[in-house]
């Protein structure tokens, strides 16, 4: 089951290449038909995987692939890995629904791109052999690649490359830790490694901890690390925007929570005040660059530096609330900000801009669009009730409980994050009717449908987070052992 959820996309979408490419129609009903299928798929997981042992790998495949025994095919999930490709499936299926109006060249190749985006994605979170782990981190770069550099705007391959460098040059030490841990072990057996790894001495988890962890805090991304972000938000377009805020950035801290935390945990005690501090830079820097920005886009790609930065804050705690927090906040953070870039997508759609100061008092010709603005801004500010407020809260308090100073410095973020989003707010929802506002349409029964959806879980964990803290709460509790008990 869990191989049909990984290459079910990659597969299914070799058909595409024979299509016609004036098919438009008959590509955008076949993407949407398997990226529903494999969201339906996933879902399947939640029948199979039994709650009661999540913090166990289940749904286990183990195949001897072309005769490599020391690198098989290995692939497993618990509850964190779960959670998150539920998360995958959801988002790439609404971004491939999200594309219909906005994608007009070269759609038969766009629909292939995003699929087999998908199948990488799901193969990172569901790898337990690190070789494996490591080729689909990498294969991810090739199709976010092509969707920012091909249906990007002005800078996209700028962009383009960009994001390709920073990420794959974060990659050359990992893979030289593997390399490593290979010649050391003799096996990329991940259930093996995790009990050896923890006993190998100080000086060598410290730099195994750095090969790993740079390659992490570059896709997460850490300041300093971060500046390949805006560009690619920016330049990519609105399913890209969303795919590499929902699930991409994620990659990074679930490589922390799955690899740097429990294999190396006297190394990460030994940076643990780093990352704490680059971390609460990281909030407060984003936050003010947000606050600048006169570009839409732009304020809501460095929201998600100040964002990541609470996760990583929760992580850096290294207690059970801490890390449900970080949880937590990933899974709003894709939901919420990925929200916000398609209604940026949406006005830019209808007026063909993003600054601003083109938009004045839109909440009068567009009322219901305006109410879904609202309110995901409310949710990344962090409003009791709604999803962003009990991710941040458990990551602040999981910081104060290790660290008192931490969750003082943490907490101007929040602070910072409500000026600037109730400032893009009543700038761009209220005061006085544009013209050019005046003539945009409302949303669509699509645009509807997918900000709806996204909007049933916003609630849902703001409302009653236990659903999703339950995801995680043996996998955190199982890491802060480990790290505690070092």
């Known amino acids: 089951m869990l191989s049909l959820v990984i290459f079910f996309p990659l597969l299914a979408s070799l058909p595409v290449m024979f299509f016609d490419p004036k098919w438009n129609k008959r590509i955008w009903v076949y993407g949407t038909l398997i990226g529903a299928l494999e969201f339906v798929f996933s879902l399947a997981l939640l029948y199979y995987f039994d709650f009661s042992r999540v913090s166990e790998f289940q749904l286990v495949e183990k195949y001897i692939f072309l005769g490599l025994k020391d690198a098989p095919y290995f692939v497993g999930i618990d509850g964190l890995a779960l959670i998150l490709i539920l998360l995958t499936t959801f988002l790439t299926f609404l971004g491939i629904v999200s594309s219909y109006n906005y994608i007009k060249h070269q759609i038969r190749e766009y629909v292939v791109s995003m699929l087999a985006l998908e199948t990488a994605m799901v193969g990172v979170f569901s790898s337990l052999n690190l070789i494996q782990f490591f080729i689909f981190w990498e294969a991810q770069l090739i199709p976010m ?157 460095y929201s998600s530096v100040a964002h990541m930065g609470f996760a990583m804050l929760g992580i850096a705690s290294g207690n059970p609330i801490g890390l449900q927090g970080a949880v937590i906040v990933m899974i709003s953070h894709g939901l919420v900000t990925g929200a916000l870039f398609l209604l940026v997508g949406m006005l830019y759609e209808r007026r063909h801009t993003r600054l601003i100061r083109e938009y004045s008092g839109i909440g009068k010709s567009v009322p219901w669009f305006s109410t879904f603005f609202v309110i995901m801004a409310l949710a990344s500010i962090g409003l009791p009730g709604l999803s962003g407020f009990v991710g941040e809260f458990l990551c602040l308090l999981g910081a104060y409980q290790y660290e008192p100073l931490w969750g003082y410095l943490a907490v101007p973020g929040v602070i910072i994050a409500a000026v600037y989003l109730l400032s893009l707010v009543k700038r761009v929802i209220f005061g006085e009717l544009d013209k050019e506002s005046a003539q945009m349409k409302d949303i669509s029964a699509r645009e509807a449908f997918i900000l709806l959806a996204i909007l049933v879980f916003v609630i849902w964990i703001g409302i009653y987070p236990k659903t999703f803290l339950d995801f995680t709460d043996g996998v955190s509790e199982t890491i802060s052992t480990v790290l505690y008990m070092k």
């Open 145 to 301: 690649f092509i969707l920012i550099a091909l249906w990007g705007h002005e800078n996209k391959v700028y962009a383009a490359f960009k994001f390709l460098i920073y990420t794959a040059l974060g990659s050359v030490p990992m893979l030289a830790a593997l390399i490593w841990i290979y010649l050391n072990f003799g096996t990329f057996d991940y259930t093996y490694i995790i009990l050896q790894s923890p006993s190998l001495a100080l000086d060598v988890q410290k730099w195994l901890f750095l090969a790993f962890s740079l390659g992490f805090a570059i896709k997460v991304p850490m300041f300093p690390f971060h500046t390949w972000l805006p560009d690619a938000h920016v330049e990519a377009p609105t399913a890209g925007s969303v795919i590499l805020a929902g699930i991409l950035l994620k990659m990074g801290i679930f490589g922390f929570l799955r690899y740097s935390l429990p294999m190396f945990p006297d190394a990460f005690e030994s940076f643990r005040v780093l990352i704490a501090v680059l971390s609460i830079i990281g909030i407060i820097y984003g936050g003010l660059m947000a606050w600048v920005q006169s570009d839409m886009k732009k304020l809501v790609a």
